[in-house]
Structure formats: C-alpha cells, structure tokens
C-alpha cells in the first residue's frame, strides 16, 4: 500500500524466503497451512488487472464466488456459547483510506458464520450514514471491516459546520453504542484508521515509505539501523486522529511487513475460550502483518490472545521494519473492556485466504465475536509485558 510497494514487494518475497528456510522442521514451524492464491492483490501497486470476478476489482463489493466457496467449506459447524437472545450484527465496510479487495468476503464470512452456526444474524453496509443511534439500537454489534482511514467522518467536516455536526453524532453514536454494553470486533484495517496527519490524507500519512527505503539494502545485510526517535510516536503511524476510538480499538498503524510475508503465529493465552481451537499450538500463515505505533498498542491495555512470533522472524523481515517496537511485541488479535462493552480485534485478514486456508481462524473470530456480543465468557483482564 505504501506509495513504493512494488520495489518492497520485491525486497519482502526474498526475505520471506529466507524466513521459511529458517523456520522449516523447527519445533514451532509447522508446515505452512496457508496456500498463496493465485495472483494475490491483483491490480494492487502497478500489477496486474484486477480478474472480473468483482471481489479483487478496484470497487470490491461482491466476494469472488470461489473464496465464498472456500470459506463457507472452512466454517464451523457450531458456536461455543449459546446466544442469550436473538443477536444482529451490522458489518460496516465504509473506507476513507486503502479498500480491501477482502472486504466483502469479509462481509460474507459474518452473514455465513452467523447463519450457519445460530450465533447472530447480519446485515451488511458501505454507508457510514448508518451510523446513527437511532439505527444501532437495534444491533448488538458492529463489526469494522478493514475500515480504514476516518470511515466516520463526512468530507470537508474541517471546514463545513453541518459536515462537522454529522462526523460528530456518528463518533458519539459507536462511543455510545460500544460502552453502553454492547461489541464492537474489528479486522485487519479496522486497526489502519483514524490515524495520520490531520487535516492530510486520512489514514495515509506515515505510511509512504516506511519500509520500502529501508528496505533498499541487501537482504542478507545487518537489519538497519533505526533513524527515527522512538520516543517519537507520532511519527510513526502519523498522530491519532480520534483518539477515544484509537485506545477503544487496542492501537493504530505504522507498518506492514507486505503480504505475502509468512509468520509463526503464537497463542499468548492457550486457555482463553477465544483460543480454544488453536489448541495452546502455534501455527503458521501468510498474510500482510500489521505493526503499531508504539505508544498507540501496549498490553497494558487489552488482553492479547495472540501475537507474532517475533523470535522466529529473520534478521531480514526484522530489519525492513520501520520505527521498531522496542518492545518488540507484535499482537495479532486481542479482547478488552471498554464501559460496559467489549472489543474483539483480529489483525489479520488482508488476503482472501486467512478466510478460508484455516478454519480454526474462523473459529477463533467466532469465539471473539461471541464474547464481544456477551454470550461467551472470557477472561479480558489486561496482562502487561513482562518486562
Ligand atoms: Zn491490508
């Protein structure tokens, strides 16, 4: 997505390289279970066209129907926990920034996986106008797919009083809705939003470059060393730009390592319900992994469930990183409270696949929608980093 992504993309695929010859037959590398699709992200930074089965196009409002195949095969069959009521759940795709061609499948997945298991039922939408009191009282939850950017915010609320009246009622609305008591689950670039330079790009500042110049040494080389100041958050990821729904949602982007870039995915807390179908093993996958801005995401303030591991990441992929975490921790989903609520976050999520190639994270976002909603107990008592 950054602005010099194909030159990256070429660096990341040596790197990957390298970090599955590391990985392969290590005690915590199983083989991969994620398959590269064909022509991933097609159209994407100077590729190919996008293929005509809609899902991939520029405007993805309809998921390609062979990912809709996949994914209903991978979903499961039923929920952990009961509803205590009826549920609805309002899927809201609306993007200020980058649009995922996953999205609607995305979308499916949560009409699919309600209907099929009796968890909840769905209803989908692009239009942040949706997004009013009047509207969420009758959803239990709302589920943020890939939004990015201020998906919110009405154009010109800088300038335009009335736009500014609308961006306002909306925020205070899923504020509202969230710490009233009900969930809200976000995927993948629900986590790349709001954030930014304001009154720039929305969503998009900080991002161009970061990486792709780093990226320019040899993959083999020393990882570089860091020029920016850590202590500088804000120029990692940009500023927060609504900083109650920054700290709501867990923290903000400030790099990806590009898809496709493999990963050992860790389970942080093996006896969550959340987790239970990863059965307390680590596995790996292949998706394009967000990193936060450092002061943005701290475990001081949600729950992870789990995280990269970073141990089993090479020197390369390492050092393409922009602005390292000194904490070197890289979550990948996580719960917390927020009010009355509950929050449920899967960061991955960018490629069609992670849909389909592993129906335990499917099970796992199920779980996690479900404790959002309130039917599935979980612990969600922050756990800071060890230190
Ligand atoms: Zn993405």
């Known amino acids: 997505m950054a602005m010099k992504r194909s030159r990256g993309s070429l660096i990341v695929a040596v790197c990957t390289a390298t970090l599955l010859t590391a990985t392969s037959g290590g005690a915590q590398a199983p083989a991969p279970q994620a398959a590269a699709p064909a022509a991933p992200q097609a159209g994407r930074g100077g590729g190919p066209a996008p293929d005509a089965c809609g899902g991939r196009s520029n405007t993805p409002r309809e998921a390609c129907a062979n990912d809709v195949t996949r994914m209903i095969a991978a979903l499961p069959a039923t929920a952990p926990a009961k509803p205590a009521r009826p549920r609805k759940v309002l899927v809201l795709a609306s993007t200020s920034g980058f649009v995922h061609s996953s999205i609607p499948l995305a979308a499916k997945m949560m009409e699919e996986m309600g209907k099929k298991t009796g968890a909840w039922t769905a209803d989908v939408t692009y239009d942040r106008a949706q997004i009013t009191a009047e509207n969420l009282a009758q959803y239990d939850l709302l589920f943020l797919d890939s939004t990015t950017g201020t998906f919110l915010d009405e154009p010109n609320s800088a300038t335009d009083p009335a736009a500014k009246a609308k961006t306002d009622a909306r925020r205070k609305a899923l504020l509202d809705f969230v710490r009233g008591g009900k969930g809200i689950a976000g995927i993948h ?20 470059g970061g990486g792709a110049g780093r990226a320019g040494g040899a993959p083999a080389a020393p990882p570089a060393p860091c020029t920016s100041n850590q202590t500088q958050g804000a120029a990692a990821g940009g500023d927060p730009l609504w900083p109650e729904f920054n700290k709501m949602i867990g923290g903000y982007f400030k790099f990806h390592w590009n898809y496709p870039t493999p990963i050992t995915v860790k389970i942080d807390d093996p006896s969550n319900p959340i987790n239970a179908a990863f059965k307390g093993k680590s596995f790996n996958t292949i998706d394009e992994v967000y990193t936060f ?4 995401f701290s475990r001081d303030n949600v729950r992870v469930l789990t995280s990269v591991d970073y141990n089993l990441m090479s020197d390369c992929d390492k050092g393409i990183e922009s602005n390292r975490r000194p904490d070197q921790d890289y979550a990948l989903s996580w719960v917390k409270r927020e009010g009355q609520g509950r929050v449920f976050v899967n960061v991955l999520g960018h490629n069609e696949a992670i849909y389909y190639n592993n129906p335990a994270m499917l099970e796992h976002i199920l779980a996690g929608v479900q404790y959002a909603l309130g039917d599935l107990k979980a612990d969600d008592t922050p756990v800071p980093l060890k230190r």
Do not use: C, K, L
């Open 189 to 208: 670039a629900a986590t790349d939003s709001y954030h930014g330079r304001a009154g720039g790009a929305p969503g998009g500042a900080g991002r161009a």
């Open 293 to 296: 801005a450092w002061d943005s």
